[in-house]
Nanobody, 114 residues
Framework: VQLQASGGGLVQAGGSLRLSCAAS????????MGWYRQPPGKQRELIAG???????NYADSVKGRFAISGDVAKTTVYLQMNNLKPEDTAVYYC?????????WGQGTQVTVSS
């Protein structure tokens, strides 16, 4: 299974970007999708997740600025990022997971200039 992420780029502080991610096929038992990011020199962290029921959760650092949406059953997920800050600069990864599977997508670079 391959996850293809897109939508990263260079944006000025205060700007917006929308990331997209889609899997090459669905996988039975997958019930969550999410977005992680890894800033330079730091660990990868979960910033937004969505369940197969549509429940969402966010890291405090992005709450109120980012919005995750998508359809877990269709293995597509989006991340709308508004009011971007320089500290949001990172490689962003999508992932899909369930009780017995975890799949990473390739990263997409987001750079926010001040």
């Amino acid at each position: 299974v391959q996850l293809q992420a897109s939508g990263g780029g260079l944006v000025q502080a205060g700007g917006s970007l929308r990331l997209s991610c889609a899997a090459s096929r669905s996988v039975r038992s997958i019930n969550n999708m999410g977005w992680y990011r890894q800033p330079p020199g730091k660990q990868r962290e979960l910033i937004a997740g969505i369940t197969s029921y549509g429940n969402t959760n966010y890291a405090d650092s992005v709450k109120g600025r980012f919005a995750i949406s998508g359809d877990v059953a269709k293995t597509t997920v989006y991340l709308q990022m508004n009011n971007l800050k320089p500290e949001d600069t990172a490689v962003y990864y999508c992932a899909m997971y369930g009780p017995s599977h975890f799949y990473w997508g390739q990263g997409t670079q987001v750079t926010v200039s001040s």
